[in-house]
Nanobody
Framework: QVQLVESGGGLVQAGGSLRLSCAVS????????MGWFRQAPGKEREFVAASRWIGGRTYYADSVKGRFTISRDNAKITVYLQMNSLKSEDTAVYYCGATARASNNEYRITGDYTYWGQGTQVTVSS
């Protein structure tokens, strides 16, 4: 069974940092593009970052570019989201997704992903 389990969320002050982790099991990790999305209360799930499984290409939402970094450790079968200079508007539940399919839109669409984790809450206080 494929499982994606997010961790590392919590409460942090604005300007601080957090690193989210997504532990993956049940799939060939190196063959999957991994992505991070987030969803704030009353809003739709939005793209944050993605790491393509071929070519080493990464993609970021404009709102987080320069502050967040996606990375992956194939040995630990884990994808990370390093979040720096956090803002109150970063408050959301963060979800990890995985897909083995090619994307026509830089993996920015939720429909591109086959598997999802349960999410981890990130709260940024001002």
């Amino acid at each position: 069974q494929v499982q994606l389990v997010e961790s590392g969320g919590g409460l942090v002050q604005a300007g601080g940092s957090l690193r989210l982790s997504c532990a993956v099991s049940g799939l060939t990790f190196s063959s999957y593009t991994m992505g991070w999305f987030r969803q704030a209360p009353g809003k739709e799930r939005e793209f944050v970052a993605a790491s393509r499984w071929i070519g080493g290409r990464t993609y970021y939402a404009d709102s987080v570019k320069g502050r967040f970094t996606i990375s992956r450790d194939n040995a630990k079968i884990t994808v990370y989201l390093q979040m720096n200079s956090l803002k109150s508007e970063d408050t959301a539940v963060y979800y990890c997704g995985a897909t083995a399919r090619a994307s026509n839109n830089e993996y920015r669409i939720t429909g591109d992903y086959t598997y999802w984790g349960q999410g981890t809450q990130v709260t940024v206080s001002s």
